[in-house]
């Protein structure tokens, strides 16, 4: 069963730092790929990052050098490390999960960038 929790959201400055982590996605068998999404107010939901059951690993253009994304077996937990945060990354941040090619997703975590 599959029940994702999102944590470690909320308000930061520019130029600071958050980490997102996303549990609940069970065993990491059939598990094809899991990562983040975000939407902001007025936009489309978008991918920020995803990790593959392989490990590999991709971006948005306007996250890359800025965020990491990563993944722990041992908890079953990916997490997102947010450095030098933007206004525009305010947004609410989905977690999601590809097992057996059906999708999951968490109930999303706001961040919050501003001065």
């Known amino acids: 069963q599959v029940q994702l929790v999102e944590s470690g959201g909320g308000l930061v400055q520019p130029g600071g730092s958050l980490r997102l982590s996303c549990a609940g996605a069970?065993?990491?068998?059939?598990?094809?790929?899991m990562g983040w999404y975000r939407q902001a107010p007025g936009k489309q939901r978008e991918l920020v990052a995803r990790?593959?059951?392989?490990?590999?690993?991709n971006y948005a253009d306007s996250v890359k050098g800025r965020f990491t994304i990563s993944r722990d077996n041992a908890k079953n937990t990916v997490n997102l490390q947010m450095n030098s945060l933007k206004p525009e990354d305010t947004a609410v941040y989905y977690c999601y999960v590809r097992k057996n090619w059906r999708d999951y997703w968490g109930q999303g975590i706001q961040v919050t960038v501003s001065s």
């Open positions: 990790i593959f059951s392989g490990g590999a690993t």
């Open positions: 069970g065993s990491i068998f059939s598990i094809n790929s």
